[in-house]
């Protein structure tokens, strides 16, 4: 990561550094080619105004001229050199920014101290400020690769630490308050590794589940054949006992295997047939109503009378029957479990309401969780899968399953299916 920084690093500061250079080399290039004559003439100026104000008015005059210039910022240096006699000032002055002037019987040699500037002494001053800029430019370029490598080091310690199976590992923290792109990447690699531990956990819960409900009917399974082993006259009884308890697999087996089809990453493939939803549903209630005479419970059905769709029939019956007879087990005895049906828009919204203790409210989402129970059900009815599978089946129509109490006491499930979700 190092050599990312550095790369990033050199780069930024190669662009900044070059841009400034191009700015100093056209500066310096188109230079006014008159600057250094306006200069000396500046310069020529200056001593023949302070050559007449010392001719006139005399030596401190003079003086004061050459002060009040330099006060203005002019770089000026005037030297008075007296003569020994007033005869020298007869004689030419040395340089060419020089001269004799005769004040007051003295004679004085007036000269501007230093020479124009060289090419150095011209480019220094100028120099400073870009040397300056190309030094922000290079703190600006490590701070810029600092801002943006130090996230992606997160990143990178993120994933390497997910990789390795550490799905606790959180990095938004570490990016601070940021609110760019990369800080966005940290919090969805924390989203991601939050679902990734929790559906880690889901899979050991359900496998522990799976093992759970598969070695109940196998030790029964087991204890009746060690019965039939010292006791063969049990034979009919025993054969009976095995007979349900391997339905009973059979129905786990089947329920797990149209649950994991339900979950498959890849849109699962049940095959769709046209049939009115109407029907199954009467069907369905027609049976139930058999069911539930043993305690006394009765099963009405309300509402349309046909709603034609594009649907898998199979997982729609298994859907619907699945909360039907989850109502009929959990209604009180002598009560009834209602059936009612709502056609809106383009879909179907079934409503099963019993008169049961209904679920509590932090339950309510957890019960279409496979191998889940109700914290308040008296007795283990089924595998816990039945509304595991309706919430499945109806999401794959494209609908939705979801779960309310009842102010007046019991538990309604709604189940909405569209006509066809355009697969």
């Not at 590794?193 to 589940?209: C, K, P, W």
Request: proline fraction near 4%; charged fraction near 25%; hydrophobic fraction near 45%.
């Amino acid at each position: 990561m190092r050599r990312l920084f550095w790369k990033f690093f050199t780069v930024v500061w190669l662009a900044m550094a070059g841009s400034i250079a191009l700015l100093f080399a056209v500066t310096s290039l188109f230079e006014s080619p008159f600057e250094e004559e306006v200069a000396n003439r500046e310069r020529r100026l200056a001593l023949e105004m302070t050559a007449q104000v010392l001719q006139s008015d005399g030596l401190d005059a003079a003086k004061k001229l050459v002060e009040d210039l330099r006060r203005t910022g002019r770089e000026l240096p005037i030297r008075f050199n007296q003569r020994p006699s007033a005869a020298d000032c007869a004689a030419k002055a040395g340089p060419n920014l020089a001269m004799n002037v005769t004040s007051d019987g003295d004679c004085y040699e007036l000269e501007i101290g230093g020479s124009p500037q060289g090419l150095i002494s011209r480019a220094w001053p100028r120099t400073v400020p870009w040397l300056a800029a190309l030094m922000a430019a290079a703190a600006a370029a490590y701070w810029l690769a600092r801002y943006f490598i130090t996230p992606v080091e997160q990143l990178r310690f993120g994933l390497r630490a997910i990789a390795n199976g550490q799905l606790d590992v959180r990095i938004a923290h570490t990016i601070g308050s940021k609110r760019d792109e990369v800080a966005s990447l940290a919090h969805d690699l924390d989203a991601t590794a939050a679902r990734l531990q929790e559906l880690q956990a889901a899979q050991q819960q359900l496998f522990h589940d799976v093992s759970h409900e598969i070695r109940s009917p196998l030790s029964r399974l087991q204890a009746a054949i060690g019965v039939l082993q010292q006791n063969p006259s049990r034979l009919s009884a025993m054969i009976e006992r095995m007979v349900r308890e391997v339905e009973r697999l059979d129905e786990l087996v089947g329920g797990i295997l149209t649950l994991a089809r339900l979950s498959e990453r890849q849109d699962p493939r049940f095959d769709r047939q046209t049939l009115d939803i109407v029907d199954l549903i009467r069907e369905i209630v027609e049976d139930a109503r058999f069911e539930a005479l043993s305690r006394d419970v009765t099963v009405e059905y309300e509402g349309v009378n046909t709603f034609v769709a594009s649907v898998n029939g199979e997982l729609i019956y298994r859907a619907l029957e699945n909360v039907i007879r989850n109502a009929i087990a959990h209604t009180k005895n002598k009560t009834t479990v209602l059936v009612r049906s709502e056609v809106h828009g383009q879909q179907i919204q079934l409503s099963i309401k019993d008169m049961g203790l209904g679920v509590p409210e932090a339950e309510l989402d957890a019960i279409f969780k496979p191998f889940s129970q109700s914290s308040i059900a008296t007795a283990r009815s089924g595998f816990g899968l039945g509304l595991a599978i309706t919430r499945r089946a109806a999401e794959w129509h494209g609908g939705s399953a979801t779960a309310r109490n009842i102010p007046s006491g019991g538990l309604c499930v709604e189940v909405t299916i569209p006509i066809s979700n355009g697969q």
